[in-house]
């Protein structure tokens, strides 16, 4: 579906066989998060309001 998300937790080889049955076109990894790992937690807020809706590209 058009703007669902899929979330997947495993370790490097699960990952990698489903990474390789993706098509091409379709992969896409927005971020990593490796165990024992720092790592920064952070927060993308938005707010609409009535101004901000009139400035959609």
């Not at 490796?34 to 937690?41: A, G, I, K, R, Y």
């Not at 309001?49 to 009139?54: A, C, D, G, V």
């Amino acid at each position: 579906t058009r703007g669902s998300r899929k979330f997947l937790v495993s370790d490097v080889d699960v990952f990698y066989d489903m990474y390789m049955q993706t098509p091409p076109t379709k992969r896409h990894v927005y971020e990593i998060i490796q165990d024992n790992v720092p790592c920064h937690l952070y927060f993308d807020l938005g707010r609409y309001t009535s101004s901000i809706l009139r400035y959609r590209l």
